[in-house]
């Protein structure tokens, strides 16, 4: 989708003058950033005469992809949790303006704050200069964690979202793998690994579920703000824990567990001072094999949306490559 034609800027310029209640909008720049492989994100550049934002911005417009990955939270909904992000202080884009109405730029999107810094993660893992301070960047992620992580259920604005415990994730996954013409025997087992050992009592609370690098921005070594909000959740708090550190998302930084930045201590103690929560070394490898489920079925779906014919896209297809790589991650964590 091109949302730089001349008729589709024109559309959004008077979208945003109403929404704003501006006498006049002018976009100054309009690209599509890189990253987002679920979702499309656009740099708005923009200029606002009186209303309720007057003077230069820079947004970003978060609207659909092509063809959607099941998990995936409506672009509404996304718009919902991010007030519920910043009504509790947590680092997260301000939500501006929704926008339902698909003539406007032929999907739904919303507008938000654009934030400053890096978010790849690859460079965050390998150049010291983004980094200068590991443990002081992983200590901002855990105790942005362990805020987010004191949301609790019932929540009204966020009442769409699901509850997924440990067995609710088992059940999920094994449904989406029985579906597929080709065995998986490495998920499989898994999954039954999962079943079996799963926690026998579980907290539910407010989760992220994309908690990782990659979809935060690091700007002057520190944590600027939280990305990718759609596959957001009420569950166990220690799933965010343990995609952080799951081996997959750790990038150039493979030898560094808690996301590929620090040493585990330098996450974990901050967390469990300030959530109160223990993490044993149990339950950390416990959602690390979950983690690495969860992200293959997701990869599979990537790869399907390719070879679907739905999104022809090279990233989606090789996304779907990365299985094996994953499968042997589990076998590794479960062989004990």
């Not at 929704?98 to 999907?107: E, I, M, P, Q, S």
Request: glycine share 6%; with cysteine; charged share 25%.
């Amino acid at each position: 989708m091109n949302l730089d034609a001349p008729d589709t800027r024109s559309r959004l310029e008077a979208f945003l003058r109403a929404a704003a209640g501006a006498d006049a909008v002018h976009i100054r720049k309009l690209y599509r950033l890189s990253g987002g492989a679920v979702q499309e994100n656009w740099a708005v550049d923009a200029d606002m005469t009186a209303g309720t934002h007057p003077g230069p911005h820079q947004w970003v417009l978060r609207t659909n992809a092509t063809a959607r990955v099941e998990a995936s939270l409506k672009r509404g909904e996304e718009f919902e949790i991010l007030h519920v992000a910043h009504q509790h202080s947590l680092h997260a884009p301000e939500p501006l303006w929704l926008c339902r109405d698909t003539a406007v730029t032929g999907r739904e999107f919303f507008i938000m704050q654009r934030l400053p810094g890096i978010a790849s993660g690859h460079r965050v893992t390998r150049e010291v200069a983004l980094v200068p301070d590991p443990a002081r960047l992983a200590a901002d992620l855990a105790e942005n964690l362990a805020r987010l992580h004191e949301i609790t259920p019932p929540l009204p604005r966020l009442a769409f979202l699901a509850t997924m415990h440990a067995r609710d994730n088992v059940a999920h996954y094994r449904r989406y793998l029985d579906q597929l013409p080709a065995p998986f025997p490495a998920l499989e087992w898994g999954l039954r690994w999962c079943e079996v050992n799963a926690p026998a009592h579980e907290e539910t609370t407010f989760i992220h579920r994309d908690y990782r690098t990659g979809n935060y921005l690091v700007h002057k070594g520190r944590l600027a703000g939280v990305l990718d909000w759609e596959f957001a959740a009420f569950g166990n708090p220690l799933e965010d824990v343990g995609w952080i550190f799951a081996k997959c998302w750790r990038f150039a930084g493979k030898a560094k567990p808690a996301g590929g930045i620090a040493e585990p201590a330098d996450f974990l103690k901050p967390y469990e001072r300030a959530s109160g929560r223990t993490v044993t070394p149990e339950a950390l490898v416990y959602w690390q094999v979950m983690a690495h489920i969860r992200w293959a079925v997701i990869a599979l779906q990537q790869a399907h949306r390719h070879l679907s014919g739905e999104e022809r896209s090279l990233e989606l297809a090789l996304t779907g490559r990365i299985v094996p790589e994953l499968e042997h991650e589990i076998v590794a964590l479960t062989k004990n």
